[in-house]
C-alpha cells in the first residue's frame, strides 16, 4: 500500500501484530483496526459512546493521550480504564502515528462471546 503508516497491535492474548493502514482515506484508528480484521467491534460507528474501541496506548510519543469530552464520559463508565486508555474511533491517521504501539484492552462483560485476540 502507498501512503501507509505501519502500527503494531498487541492483542488480547499477548501476541503482536504489525498491520499497514492508508492514510489518504480520512480514517480513524477503529476503522484501520477493522479493516485489518482485528477484533475491534466499533458497535456505535464512531461516536464514542459505546467504548468497544478501547485500548491502551503504548507510544505517547506518537499518539496524544488527550481526550475530547465525549470520550472522558465514555471512558470514566468504562472497566479497566488506565491513564493510556483511548477510543480508537477518536483518533485520526495520520503520518505522525507511524511506528505506533497499542493493546487491545480487554472486554468487558458486555463484549464476550468475542474472539480473544
Do not use: Y
Not at 468497544?52 to 472522558?72: A, G, P, T, Y
Amino acid at each position: 500500500m502507498n501512503d501507509c503508516i505501519k502500527i503494531s497491535v498487541i492483542g488480547r492474548d499477548g501476541n503482536k501484530q504489525d498491520i499497514e493502514i492508508p492514510t489518504d482515506m480520512g480514517l480513524n484508528l477503529m476503522e484501520g483496526l477493522k479493516i485489518n480484521e482485528l477484533p475491534v467491534e466499533g458497535t456505535c460507528g464512531g461516536m464514542a459512546m459505546c467504548a468497544s474501541c478501547h485500548v491502551f496506548v503504548h507510544s505517547k510519543d506518537l499518539i496524544s493521550l488527550e481526550r475530547n469530552e465525549d470520550e472522558q464520559a465514555m471512558l470514566d463508565d468504562t472497566e479497566g480504564v488506565e491513564d493510556n486508555s483511548r477510543l480508537t474511533c477518536q483518533i485520526p491517521i495520520s503520518p505522525e502515528l507511524d511506528g505506533a504501539i497499542i493493546e487491545l484492552a480487554p472486554l468487558s462483560d458486555s463484549e464476550d462471546g468475542q474472539d480473544d485476540w
